[in-house]
């Protein structure tokens, strides 16, 4: 009888647990997209406009200029919604009022009509708007926190029990302040960091599962190259870079598994259409800017080596390009203590479990978010702090997490209970900050300060709703997907010998459950 008991309750607690943890997720999304107001996310000027006059788009929402093909009109909220950008001390309550309703009356040259941008993101966000700038604006940041906690979960679900934190953990690790900030915002880097986060871990684990899983693994990696390749042209080379890591990673399985194969040919050709019809592509030949090297470009590249950590990191809040939004939300030094140290300590545990061609993917990923900066900062002759942001590397660094993450065989990351709830306390405590410091900014400006984000309030979106409210239960609700998530590392698999193999090898099937 109380076997019974206690093997209902195990069912129910593998049922419920996961509910729970999508629950808390899509709190912590709502929390970030409640934190700032529309046109707060980097290039919204750019983005916004782009949103309305998607392809596709009405007469009702976006107009043509007669013999003006660079110009459309759209309503002056969309066009014209940045008044606090660069002033910290300025809230978003400069902005028009909220019950205002849209009418095109604002002519712009600002906009993705001439196809800079893969159109794929836009026409996605333009199905959410409404005659309601504030309503549109909401619906579709929390459309962009569903789509990528549905993406996540259904990896961790359709994943391998050993890879389940490869699915998850590399997401938390890297995600504050920058991560979450993008992801529940209407720019296009949301659709690039969450598909590079789970691109190349469908297609790695699809070689270890059979049946309905294999083909759920290969479905969700073809979706990512569309929802990558089709948010920037950047993307798509992540995209095939996500391949040709796996290709690595896979070597000796690569003949066994044929049709994996053509699934990545697949995602390959999908990142090259995205990639040669847009504009964005000519920014890899030609760089940045067109403008004389003011230094020597050997000069120039020194300079900017000693600088590259800012940009490795810079979307964890470390140095002076450790800001959100248009660079003008600045965090405290301490969240950087919390965040990057979680991230360190994590992947330095992680490098103890190793093998030739994971710590060739590594080496692979290491060279990349070097050069790949560099590169561009050169061809456009500028130092690290202009044109180049962390966001653009950003994919590779949850990447490469990811990848140290990786069990070799039945070798597994492993972190004691104490190293697992240090990093859940310390990611908690960072984004505790991370989010009081964006609402902050946003509902009262940087000239305030206090526990009571409501104390002397001017801007907010939902007057009935307290903002403090808004940051507790979401900063709670991230320490739960946090203890969670960390927790994961430190159980042994059922399946798991307990031995240490040196070397990978195919593991076992693993059936449907």
Known sequence: ?????????????????????????????????????????????????????????????????????????????????????????????????????????????????????????????????????YASILLMRLANVFLTVASIGLLAWLVPRRLRAVATVPVLLTSIPLGLSLLASTNPSSWTYFSAATLWVALYASFEVEGRRRWGLWALALVMAV???????????????????????????????????????????????????????????????????PTPVFGLTIANIQQLPVLWFGSLGFGFMGSIGWLDTVFPPLLTFFTLGAWAGVVFAALRVQSWFKLAGLAALAFAITIYPLYLLAKSHLPVGQGFQPRYVLPILVILTGVA???????????????????????????????????????????????????????????????????????AAFAVLCVAVFTTLTRVPDDAPRRRVAEPRETAQEQPS
């Open 1 to 133: 009888m109380n076997s019974n008991r206690g093997a209902r309750r195990g069912v129910l607690a593998q049922a419920v647990g996961p509910v729970l943890l999508v629950f808390c997720a899509l709190l912590v999304g709502a929390g970030w997209s409640l934190a700032s107001p529309p046109g707060s996310a980097p290039d919204d000027n750019w983005h916004l406009p782009s949103i309305w006059c998607a392809p596709g788009s009405s007469a009702v929402h976006c107009a043509m200029v007669p013999d003006h093909p660079e110009q459309r009109i759209v309503p002056s909220e969309v066009s014209g919604s940045t008044c606090f950008v660069q002033d910290p001390t300025k809230s978003g309550a400069c902005q028009y009022d909220m019950d205002g309703k849209l009418v095109l009356d604002a002519p712009t040259t600002t906009g993705n009509w001439l196809h800079s941008y893969p159109p794929a993101f836009y026409i996605f966000m333009h199905r959410f708007i409404t005659g309601d700038f």
């Open 227 to 293: 929802t990558g390749s089709g948010s920037r042209a950047d993307s798509a080379l992540f995209c095939v870079m996500a391949v040709g890591l796996v290709l690595l990673l896979r070597l000796p399985l690569l003949l066994r598994h044929k049709s994996t194969l053509l699934v990545m040919a697949g995602c390959v050709a999908i990142a090259a259409v995205f990639f040669i019809t847009a504009g964005q592509a000519t920014a890899v030949s030609d760089g940045f800017v067109a403008a004389p090297p």
């Open 405 to 475: 993450l990786l069990p070799v065989a039945h070798d597994r990351v492993r972190l004691s209970r104490t190293q697992a709830l240090v990093a859940a306390f310390a990611l908690s405590l960072a984004q505790l900050i991370a989010l009081y410091t964006q609402i902050r900014r946003y509902v009262t400006g940087t000239d305030r300060s206090g526990f009571d984000l409501d104390k002397g309030r001017e801007w907010w979106w939902l007057p009935a709703v307290p903002a403090t409210a808004v940051w507790l239960i979401a900063s």
